[in-house]
Each structure stands twice: as structure tokens, then as C-alpha cells.
């Protein structure tokens, strides 16, 4: 199993202004809907009046079409506003838009149905009804913009189709013929009181629908921002968390070592003659206590961004060979084999980071290790470098692939681990972050592991321009 160790970075993100745009309008189609149904009781209930008023006046077979049209609008927009709340009502973004965009000729047709009262009743009712049916379009169009001026289009459609069914019902007449001369000022006048009133209905609606949208855009800023604060406030809780973690961790590993120090200091001064047994009992203890400070050093200046990185040339060869010297008697201590594998090969690094790195994998694996040995070998692919150190010790459960990368994290059940101090995995998992490399694992529990470290092609273009210098004689 292949376990990539580079860690994910979760930030809250702002939203697109696609993503508030689309949430913006579902919640206007919502405000629309809401309104839809006082609107239509209003509607429900003007409709007998005005019929009660027209017959008798006004031709019974237009009127009858009117009348069955207007109820069939009614039937048609209450089962449109039933349908929106049993299945689009907890629903936002798109599926609001694509319901309101399938029924959103309704509005039109209602408007433009109720535009035609003026048409069936205008030089042919009584002075007293027209009056009434003008009162009840002018409602109408009042009416609209406080019930559909939140969602523009609708409204828009609405109020259009309303003024321009008015407009045919004023003009009609008039080019037929059926306006007298006296009175073709009075139609001019009304025409022209109509459209003053459909552009100050347009504007305020206008305005209307700009207050409702404002008021959803902050909304929708106030609750990006309350999520972000919420994040950070949790990444604040975790950052507390690890730090006293680590504290805790970090003194309970510093302790030990300082108390052995001081028994082992306790008992040369009263005894002076076991010098020789406990000296090298007092050095173990001193470079435990070293290493532990090597190690929080580094994460401490790792996580500040403080470590300096220097790249040149590295021979991949003379690094093992170095590693070698290091790591050898160590692996001879513990009757272990420690082997290196490389074919001359120069790499464009940071020496110090990349021994750092390489260097904690095989002091690891050789702390895991009881029997067999460690390899440390080198490959060279088409896309990336590759650094393997294999083990044939304890491996390591898939359980904990993940978690061994933490700080102060201890399988408890690998042997050898006691003086081990659980910052070495931490440690390199940050620097190979920090150099844009990839570290991989690969184990299974008693039967030895595999670490990989992945330098990019695209990090190497340091070595291949001071290689072609070197060859052209440019580089000493």
C-alpha cells in the first residue's frame, strides 16, 4: 500500500461571484413565491366584482372567454405556488432557477389578462365600470410591486404585459375608428398618463428589487464570514491543542533523560571509582537530550519559515559514502548489514536538508530493525529521482501509516523504540514538504518497510544548466 505523506491544507475560500449570484436569486425566487399566493387571493377575490359589474355592459361571449381564461390562470398559478412549496421550497440555486424559468410566462399571461378588462369594458360599460376595472388594473399594478418585485424578470414581465394589454385596449378604438374626434385628446391623455405610470412602476420596482438584493448580499457575506471565522477559530482549537501536545510530549522525553543524567551524576560522585561503566551511561543520556533539542529546533524554525535553503551540486555517490561512515557502526552494533546502492549521479539540493532527510529514514529504520539490515539505494526515472530505504524490521501496521508522521507518535509494540523520541518521521515529512518533494511509504506489519523520496524532474534544471557549463568548461 503506497501512503503519500504530503499533508492537505484546508482553507475556507471565498465563493465565486457565480456561486453568491445563484444563491442570491434562489433566495429572491423564494421571497417571490412567498408572495405569490396573497397575490392570488387578491386576484381570486376582485375577479366576481368585476365580472358582477360586466355583465349586462359588455358583449357575453368575450366576456365568458375572459372570464374562463382569468379562472384558469387562477387554478393553473395556485397549483404552480402548491408545486413550489411541496417540492422546490428547500431547495436552492439552480433548481429554483430552472422551476421559475418553466412557469414564468404565468406572469405575463396574468398581467395581460388582467390588462384586457380595459379592453372588453373601455366606450362599451358604463363610465362607473370602467372606472372600477381602471381602479382594479391600477391596484394590480401596485399591487405587483410589493409582491413581485423582488425576482426583476417576473416583475418585469408582469408589469409590461399588463400596461401593453392596456395600451391595445386604449388604442384599439381608436384606430378602428370608434373614438370620436372630442374624444381622441382624452384617449392621448390616458395613454399617456398610462406610460408615466408604467415608468414609475418600473423604477420603483427597480428600486425595490435593489434593497431586497442588498439585503441577501450581505446576508450571504455575513455567512461567509461567520464561516471563516469559525474556521480559523477551529484551526486556532487544533494549533492549541497540538502545541500542548506537543509541550506535554516534549516534557515528558526531555524528562527522562535529564534524570537519568542526574542519578548517573548522583552515583559517579559517590562513587568515583565506576567512572569508567558510568561515563558512557552519562553520554547516551547528553545525546539524547541533544537530539531532542536538535529535533524541536528544527520543527520550530520548519514551521516558522526560517529554515535557509542553499541548492548546489550534489554527488549522490559521496552522500552515501558519507552516510556510510555515519550509519555503519551503528547497524554493526546491532549485528545488522547497512548497504548503499548508487551509480555516479550529480543532483541539483540542499546537502544539509536532503542528509537531514535521508538521514532520519535509516537512523529509523535501523531503530526498527532487529535482524537482517538496511538498504539505501538510489533510482533515476523518466519524471522524478528517486531515494529508497528499505528495512526488514517490525514494518509497520496500515492503521498507523498516517499517524506516524505526527509529532511524538510511537508504534507502543515496535521494540528498540524506548529512547526513540517520535519527531524523526515529523521531521522529514516537513522538510519534504518544504522542498516541494513527495515522501512515500510502503510496509506491512513484520515484514520490513520501504520509504521513497521524489525529487520532481523540474527541481533538476539547476544540475543539468551547471552540468552543461561544467562540460563547456565554464564551471571549475
Known amino acids: 500500500m503506497l501512503v503519500d505523506t504530503q499533508p492537505a491544507t484546508h482553507q475556507h475560500m471565498p465563493a465565486s461571484p457565480e456561486v453568491r449570484e445563484q444563491w442570491v436569486n434562489s433566495k429572491l425566487i423564494g421571497v417571490l413565491m412567498d408572495n405569490a399566493l396573497p397575490s392570488l387571493i387578491s386576484t381570486a377575490l376582485a375577479l366576481p366584482i368585476v365580472l358582477f359589474l360586466m355583465v349586462g355592459e359588455v358583449p357575453m361571449l368575450p366576456l365568458t372567454l375572459w372570464g374562463v381564461l382569468l379562472l384558469g390562470l387562477l387554478a393553473f398559478r395556485y397549483r404552480m405556488i402548491a408545486t413550489y412549496h411541496l417540492r422546490y421550497d428547500t431547495t436552492e440555486g439552480a433548481v429554483r432557477t430552472e422551476f421559475i424559468r418553466r412557469y414564468g410566462w404565468s406572469w405575463a399571461a396574468a398581467g395581460a389578462a ?7 369594458t373601455f366606450l362599451q360599460a358604463s363610465p ?25 424578470p417576473a416583475f418585469r414581465s408582469y408589469i409590461n404585459a399588463l400596461v401593453a394589454s392596456v395600451l391595445l385596449g386604449l388604442t384599439g378604438p381608436m384606430l378602428l375608428g370608434m373614438v370620436p374626434m372630442a374624444g381622441l385628446k382624452y384617449v392621448a391623455a390616458l395613454v399617456l398618463l398610462l406610460l408615466i405610470f408604467w415608468w414609475l412602476l418600473r423604477l420603483a420596482g427597480e428600486r ?18 461567520i464561516d471563516s471565522l469559525t474556521e480559523q477559530t477551529r484551526a486556532s482549537l487544533r494549533a492549541v491543542a497540538t502545541k ?16 537519568a543524567l542526574s542519578l548517573y551524576a548522583d552515583w559517579l560522585a559517590t562513587e568515583p571509582e565506576m567512572a569508567r561503566e558510568i561515563a558512557p551511561r552519562m553520554l547516551q543520556s547528553t545525546r539524547a537530550i541533544n537530539e531532542l533539542f536538535d529535533s524541536l529546533f528544527d520543527l520550530t524554525r520548519i514551521d516558522a519559515g526560517n529554515y535557509k535553503v542553499r541548492l548546489q551540486l550534489v554527488d549522490v555517490r559521496q552522500l552515501f559514502a558519507d552516510m556510510a561512515l555515519q550509519f555503519e557502526p551503528v547497524a554493526a552494533s546491532k549485528s545488522l548489514k547497512f548497504r548503499t546502492h548508487a551509480r555516479p549521479f550529480t543532483i541539483w539540493a540542499d546537502p544539509v536538508i536532503l542528509r537531514r532527510i535521508l538521514g532520519n529514514l535509516v537512523s529509523n529504520a535501523l531503530r526498527h530493525t532487529q535482524r537482517g539490515g538496511v538498504l539505501l539505494g538510489f533510482r533515476e526515472r523518466s519524471d522524478v529521482l528517486v531515494f529508497e530505504v528499505w528495512d526488514t524490521g517490525a514494518g509497520i501496521a496500515r492503521e498507523h501509516q498516517q499517524a506516524i508522521f505526527q509529532e511524538f ?9 524506548e529512547d526513540s523520541l517520535g519527531l524523526g518521521l515529523t521531521i522529514v515529512s516537513k522538510l519534504t514538504t518544504m522542498m516541494g518533494y ?19 524532474a523540474c527541481t533538476q534544471r539547476g544540475a543539468a544548466i551547471a552540468e552543461g557549463a561544467g562540460a563547456a568548461g565554464n564551471v571549475p
Not at 405587483?144 to 425576482?151: D, N, V
Not at 500542548?244 to 534524570?259: E, I, K, T
Not at 507518535?409 to 523504540?417: A, D, E, I, K, L
Not at 513527495?438 to 520532481?456: I, K, T
Request: aromatic share 10%; net charge positive; proline share 2%.
Open 244 to 259: 500542548n501536545r506537543f509541550l506535554a510530549s516534549a516534557a515528558h522525553d526531555l524528562r527522562q533523560p535529564v534524570h
Open 114 to 120: 388582467w390588462g384586457a378588462s380595459i379592453g372588453l
Open 409 to 417: 507518535f510511537r508504534v507502543s509494540r515496535h521494540q528498540g523504540t
Open 438 to 456: 513527495r515522501l512515500a511509504l510502503n510496509s506491512e506489519a513484520n515484514r520490513g518497510s520501504v520509504f521513497r523520496l521524489m525529487l520532481p
Open 128 to 152: 362607473l365600470t370602467q372606472f372600477v376595472c381602471g381602479l382594479v388594473v391600477l391596484g394590480h399594478g401596485l399591487l405587483s410591486l410589493t409582491a413581485f418585485s423582488a425576482y426583476l
Open 208 to 225: 425595490l428589487h435593489q434593497v431586497h438584493r442588498a439585503s441577501f448580499e450581505l446576508q450571504f457575506s455575513n455567512q461567509e464570514l
